[in-house]
Nanobody
Framework: QVRLVESGGGSVQAGGSLRLSCAAS????????MGWFRQAPGKEREFVAA????????AHADSVKGRFTISRDNAKNTLDLQMSSLKPEDTAVYYC??????????????????WGQGTQVTVSS
């Protein structure tokens, strides 16, 4: 079982940048595909980005393509999300999640087995 802890959230003005990190422990990090999801108040949890076990393949939601980049360091057991050109609509709680397998379901939040507690990102206009 893997434990996930997010960090790096905060408040930023539109156009700014933030880097989220997710630290994994208690399991073999490289055995999991990883994803970032977000949930704004009153909205459903939505896919942001995912990366395969080796870090050689990634997917990003259309809404964040060209602005956000997911990456991982299997030696350090960390997952990152670099966010640039932030918009007020990016405001949400951001979660990292782990899935034992990589496949066409990686954009589906309920396919993931393990979740962090979330970190708040607030973008003001």
């Amino acid at each position: 079982q893997v434990r996930l802890v997010e960090s790096g959230g905060g408040s930023v003005q539109a156009g700014g940048s933030l880097r989220l990190s997710c630290a994994a422990s208690g399991g073999t990090f490289s055995s999991y595909a990883m994803g970032w999801f977000r949930q704004a108040p009153g909205k459903e949890r939505e896919f942001v980005a995912a990366i395969n076990k080796a870090g050689s393949n990634a997917a990003h939601a259309d809404s964040v393509k060209g602005r956000f980049t997911i990456s991982r360091d299997n030696a350090k057991n960390t997952l990152d999300l670099q966010m640039s050109s932030l918009k007020p609509e990016d405001t949400a709680v951001y979660y990292c999640a782990a899935d034992p397998e990589w496949g066409p379901w990686v954009e589906t939040w309920n396919e993931y087995d393990y979740w962090g507690q979330g970190t708040q990102v607030t973008v003001s206009s």
